[in-house]
């Protein structure tokens, strides 16, 4: 049973006279208990609806087309609240956050249905047989599995969880189903890399096509990890390792299966000074939000839109900044200098922001804060904008991380700010003051 919080006005729900505070019980007689369910059920272009209001049982009757909205509201996205992550996972970023931050930093979700809906990578630990037969039935695709390692114990101990093991079976069983998965391995220096990694490709391998990509990443370290499990960073030699390792692997499956499927993160070429792959490297780049590939997309992006500038448009005469994180630094350096060569009038100032907020060891840039932007840019040439890349924002756009608002900074630094997506092409036109 579900609370309907609102309806859209004028939506079919509305005009069949389904009201705000009736408590919804089924769908097509299947009791709703989520999303997932909601959904899956409200699929059909007949819908039958029993809510309670009050002291009666009332049915509804909706005609519309198969996966068109009715237009319910209710208080959560979820209709349902999250489900916590039950691991102590030796690596875990949120373990290592500063305190002091708002709470919502804290909590650690592990949810399927955030994996459908947001592409949150899930550890399977918190799933029954029941809830895989639930996203089996659903045809809920991809699922995202943060696996680690194909070595049960192992994956125990680096998950802390006693089922963690285990559950590595549900991956068999959605495969044979053939529910579509892509798969992570969070890569912790001398514990799942060398031959358990080797181990760990070779066994995914089983359930190709099924499972169609995996990326592997570093383990993000911060300078808050006291009283935690030591871990050791990766440096230039053992990034260039794994680096060796991914696309021998990925070499091979490439000959047998038509797909690389294995991809190092852009973050281990970097700490590895090792030059990006060119653009087709990647596939269909199914692992981009996990940082594989992202920056080589980047760049695409960039030299396609700089390609179809017109006279007008590189005569743009401007003053403008960027700041960025290290990782980032020299690949917007690069594209900010074949900018400026193209347009003579731009005057671009790009600056790296190192993330003292996390302890000075993390690289990307939507970990970047206020504070730390405020401390690197303060004294600096900003010119008439200065663009930030959105990712540094929660996600309703309103504050980074560390609480300061983006109209706050506005005022530290006396600059206009400027938040762009994560396209190579937005951000020329950015650059260039164009929509």
């Known amino acids: 049973m579900v ?5 859209l006005p004028g939506s079919r729900a509305d005009k069949a006279g389904l009201r705000k505070g009736d408590i919804l019980l089924n769908v097509n007689g299947r009791e709703i208990h989520d999303v997932l369910d909601y959904r899956f059920h409200l699929a059909s272009d007949r819908v ?4 309670h209001r009050g002291a009666d049982i009332i049915d509804f009757n909706i005609h519309k087309s198969t996966y068109d909205d009715i237009g319910l509201e209710f208080a959560t996205p979820l209709m349902d609240n999250k489900h916590r992550c039950e691991n102590g996972c030796i690596f875990c970023f949120i373990d290592q956050n500063p305190k002091g931050m708002r709470e919502s930093i804290y909590f650690k979700d592990d949810d399927s249905r955030l994996s459908f ?3 949150n990578y899930i550890t399977l630990t918190n799933l029954s047989r029941e809830d895989i037969d639930r996203i089996i039935e659903m045809h809920i695709s991809p699922v995202n599995i943060s696996v680690h390692t194909t070595n049960p114990e192992l994956r125990v101990k680096m998950m802390k969880n006693k089922r963690a093991g285990k559950v590595l079976e549900y991956m068999k069983i959605l495969a044979d189903a053939g529910t579509k998965m892509r798969g992570q391995i969070v890569l912790c220096r001398g514990i799942n890399d060398g031959t358990e990694l080797d181990r760990t490709m070779r066994e995914l391998t089983e359930y190709y096509p099924s499972l169609d990509s995996v990326s592997v990443v570093p383990a993000g370290l911060t300078g808050y990890r006291q009283g935690l499990y030591p871990l050791e960073a990766f440096d230039e030699d053992t990034s260039r ?3 060796r390792q991914v696309t021998d692997f990925g070499d091979e499956c490439s000959r047998r299966f038509g797909e690389r499927i294995f991809y190092a993160s852009d973050e281990f070429y970097i700490k590895g000074r090792v030059s990006l792959p060119e653009y087709d490297f990647w596939g269909e780049y199914t692992q981009i ?3 594989v590939g992202m920056l080589s997309s980047f760049r695409h992006e960039f030299e396609i839109m700089m390609s179809t500038l017109d006279e007008d448009e590189l005569a743009a005469e401007r003053e403008v900044s960027v700041a960025t994180g290290e990782a980032a630094y020299d690949l917007i350096r690069e594209l900010a200098e074949a900018l400026c060569k193209k347009c003579p009038k731009m005057n671009i100032h790009v600056y790296c922001v190192k993330n003292n907020f ?3 060891h993390v690289s990307v840039t939507g970990l970047l804060t206020g504070r730390d932007l405020e401390t690197s840019l303060k004294d600096q040439k900003l ?3 200065l663009l930030l890349s959105r990712t540094m924002l929660r996600a309703e756009g309103d504050l980074f991380l560390c609480g300061m608002t983006p109209e706050e900074l506005e005022g530290l630094l006396g600059v206009k700010i400027t938040f762009t997506e994560n396209d190579g092409g937005e951000f020329l036109l950015s650059l260039l003051g164009l929509e």
């Open 3 to 7: 609370e309907i919080t609102g309806i």
């Open 48 to 51: 039958s609806l029993q809510v």
């Open 117 to 119: 809906l947001h592409g």
């Open 241 to 243: 390792e794994v680096i």
């Open 289 to 291: 939000e996990n940082g």
């Open 358 to 360: 996390f302890g000075g």
């Open 383 to 385: 010119g008439e904008e």
